[in-house]
């Protein structure tokens, strides 16, 4: 089946779950979040809330390792977040019209509040999926052309948009008065998640700048790093219900840390033994015999001679072609002519041929006297 039939089909199905989520809906009267049970009474955010709720157990559930591919379960994600949006839209516009009822605002503003929360989570384990897909790419060789290969400065921009969600969910968390025991250890745990994805952050930056060639920056990172990864995995150890997982992770960053520190150290000090050898050979090269001033000759000096202007391929001689740009060169101009008679011509007096004036009877007078 394929084309506008497929379309149609899939159009049916989502109808008919659609149907079968507002008749579920009627069911789900409370919201569950860290010990707190909020009503909610709106159908529109039952609806929003129970799909939602359904694609986290696409995600979470025994099928979320059966899932074909990353991009799947990006596409589940953004499927998830609109419904968590369109139900925190429904709940402002209750709050709205609410009025001065202050216990409906109360529940409205406390089931806001877990949404959101909820939000924030679901966001953290989006961006950790787009994390373990660019780490996937790291150190991949690009055997597909149209394959991009992950360089250290974007994990070092995931992982700030991982600290920022971190961060924005400890305010959210902490911002009521009277706090519940699990609401405490809920920000004791984006405390401790904080202090592990600064030292991921941390040692990629290291690598970004082990990349440009700057040794010192990229050995005092890596060790920032491990001593990040070291406390957080004493914090991750140090509880009750310990994740396994993250220990393990923490684990293998702090070691590879430690090596990349080592490595960095030790290249600095080879490339800091070999600056004087470099700067001698490059002194040796340089000449001023005749044999460097015929290596200056272009292309256009040497046409009667049989000789390559290109250089051998194994060296790095720039081309001799032509020089550019072309240097200045004298171009004959249209002479200038100066009229140097001008000064020897003796013009005729020409005051006899004026026409002189006629004055009136008063002029003759003071004339003739």
């Known amino acids: 089946m394929e084309g506008p039939a497929l379309d149609l089909f899939k159009a049916k199905i989502e109808a008919a779950m659609e149907e079968a989520r507002s008749q579920q809906a009627a069911s789900l009267t409370e919201f569950n979040w860290l010990g707190y049970r909020f009503p909610v009474s709106n159908p529109k955010s039952r609806?929003?809330?129970?799909?939602?709720?359904e694609l986290e157990k696409d995600l979470q559930g025994p099928t979320a390792e059966s899932l074909p591919?990353?991009?799947?379960?990006?596409?589940i994600f953004d499927k998830l977040f609109t419904a968590y949006n369109d139900a925190r839209n429904t709940i402002r516009s209750d709050l709205v019209s609410a009025g001065n009822a202050e216990s409906v605002k109360d529940e409205l503003n406390g089931l806001d509040k877990a949404v959101g929360a909820v939000l924030g989570q679901r966001t953290i384990e989006r961006n950790q999926l787009l994390v373990k897909i660019a780490k996937s790419k790291l150190n991949r060789k690009r055997d597909d052309k149209n394959e991009?290969?992950?360089k250290p400065e974007e994990l070092v921009r995931l992982y700030d948009l991982l600290l920022q969600n971190v961060a924005d969910l400890s305010d959210l968390v902490s911002s009521g008065r009277d706090r519940k025991p699990e609401e405490i250890a809920f920000e004791e745990e984006c405390e401790r998640k904080n202090l592990a994805f600064r030292a991921e952050r941390c040692f990629y930056l290291g690598k970004s700048y082990s990349l440009a060639g700057?040794?010192?920056?990229?050995?005092?990172?890596?060790c920032r790093a491990r001593s990040l990864a070291e406390d957080a995995l004493n914090k991750f150890q140090n509880i009750g219900n310990k994740d396994e997982g993250t220990i393990q992770e923490l684990k293998t960053l702090s070691r590879e840390c430690r090596a990349s520190s080592c490595i960095e150290h030790a290249t600095g000090i080879m490339e800091e033994e070999k600056a004087p050898e470099n700067l001698s050979k490059k002194i040796s090269a340089i000449s001023l015999n005749e044999t460097a001033t015929k290596a200056e000759k272009y292309l256009l000096d040497k046409l009667d001679?049989?000789?390559?202007?290109v250089g051998d391929a194994n060296t790095k001689m720039a081309p001799k072609i032509e020089r550019f740009p072309p240097a200045f060169?004298?171009?004959?101009?249209?002479?200038?002519?100066?009229?140097?008679?001008?000064?020897?011509?003796?013009?005729?007096?020409?005051?006899?041929r004026m026409k002189k004036g006629r004055g009136g009877f008063m002029s003759r007078f003071f004339r003739s006297g």
């Open 47 to 53: 609806v929003s809330i129970l799909k939602a709720q």
């Open 214 to 222: 700057k040794r010192v920056e990229a050995y005092a990172l890596f």
């Open 148 to 150: 991009k290969v992950t």
């Open 305 to 309: 001679v049989y000789e390559s202007a």
């Open 69 to 75: 591919a990353e991009k799947k379960k990006l596409t």
């Open 329 to 352: 060169q004298s171009i004959p101009r249209n002479p200038i002519v100066l009229d140097l008679a001008y000064n020897c011509i003796e013009f005729p007096v020409l005051e006899e």
